[in-house]
């Protein structure tokens, strides 16, 4: 199984990899919109040379910074083999549990000298809240953008393709990291599951990547001819755009990453996938003519939206037509709680 992985990998296009010591180098290289790596960006951090050292010493530095209170960690058995995925009856293989830090790091030290190992995982922890000093100490230069600072510490873990509306710099801090992506667009052959139902927040790709069924998932072969792929190691950076898809191992037996989000809209127009959800629910099982009648005022007033739209409006009375201002949310997001909740 693991040769037959090893094989599919082997056959992905590599994501460029650009030359960024700059913020106007990396600006370049958002501007593309298309994922590059950054090799050495974060190899000068403070936390990337303790977990140089041994990961008892990054360990030993994370907790002198923590700001003592409970972390939500995720756990699974070590017959899972760091898949967080689902069981045969679709329930998710993980659990989680408050925990202070000191003792997931324990946890982390004991699974390290198993093999296979249980799942150990602080999955997207904000450096700000729950550490004192972390994220000045390890930043980058991103200009004006405010992103949300954040670390993902654990034992060996696979997680399953999927996306975030967000735009993500991700940097390697300790051990390994592979990311498979793909673009926006293949979301049809990468057979995504359930959206209510999830792992980590995210709808994640229903395909095993280290033992694909092509007989069941069949069109993943097409995904697989846009697939790119990386190996990490610490101080390296990645780029993944927002909406791309990405498939992420931690190889070795105790990893480190931080990462930092943003959006370059304003966070007043909320999340897409909000607007998608709300549309299965009122839309999708209508009869067929009037599912046809609003994909044709969703074109009209959302995807192809211009400026005939409002032209025979005066402007003082557009409403929710005009601009989408922070006051004008306020007042779309009070109607729609006040509407869903009768």
């Known amino acids: 199984m693991l040769d037959q992985a090893a094989g599919i990998f082997a056959e992905m296009e590599p994501i460029a990899e650009r030359d960024a010591g700059d913020l106007s180098a990396l600006e370049a290289g958002f501007a593309t919109r298309k994922p590059f790596i950054v090799r050495g960006l974060a190899a000068d951090w403070p936390l990337t040379r303790a977990a140089q050292t041994s990961s008892s010493a ?3 530095y994370l907790s002198e910074r923590q700001t003592q209170r409970p972390f939500v960690v995720t756990l699974g058995p070590a017959s899972m083999a760091g898949h967080i995925f689902y069981d045969e009856n ?26 296979p190992s249980p799942t150990v995982y602080l999955s997207s922890t904000d450096m700000h809240t729950y550490f004192r000093g972390l994220a000045d100490d390890h930043s980058l ?13 654990g034992t060996r873990t ?18 390994r990291r592979r990311f498979v992506l793909f673009p926006p667009d293949q979301f049809r052959n990468l057979y995504i599951g359930p959206i209510d139902n999830t792992p980590a927040g995210r709808p994640i790709s229903l395909v ?3 033992r694909p069924d092509f007989d069941r998932f069949s069109k993943f072969r097409e995904a ?18 927002s909406m791309w898809w990405h498939h992420v191992e931690a190889l070795d037996a105790f990893n480190i990453l931080v990462n930092f989000w943003w959006r370059d809209t304003p966070a007043h127009l909320g999340l897409p996938q909000d607007a998608l959800n709300l549309a299965m629910m009122s839309i999708r099982d209508l009869p067929d003519a009037d ?11 959302v995807f192809e939206a211009d400026e005939t739209v409002t032209a025979h409006i005066p402007e003082q009375g557009r409403g929710i037509l005009g601009p989408m201002t922070r006051e004008m949310a306020g007042r779309i997001r ?3 709680l006040r509407i869903l909740n009768q």
């Open 334 to 336: 009070a109607y729609l």
């Open 208 to 210: 095993d990547f280290h």
């Open 141 to 153: 230069d991103l200009g004006d953008r405010d992103p949300l600072a954040s670390i993902w510490i």
């Open 90 to 115: 679709m329930a998710v293989n993980i659990t989680t549990e408050r925990l202070p830090l000191d003792a997931c790091l324990e946890r982390m030290a004991r699974a390290e000298a198993e093999t």
């Open 224 to 241: 697989l001819e846009t697939a790119q792929v990386a190996e990490l190691g610490p101080g390296d950076a990645i780029f993944i755009p």
């Open 58 to 60: 990054a360990r030993a």
């Open 291 to 301: 599912r046809q009648l609003w994909r044709d005022l969703f074109d009209h007033y």
């Open 158 to 175: 696979r997680v399953s393709a999927h996306n975030d509306f967000p735009d993500n710099m991700a940097c390697v801090v300790g051990g």
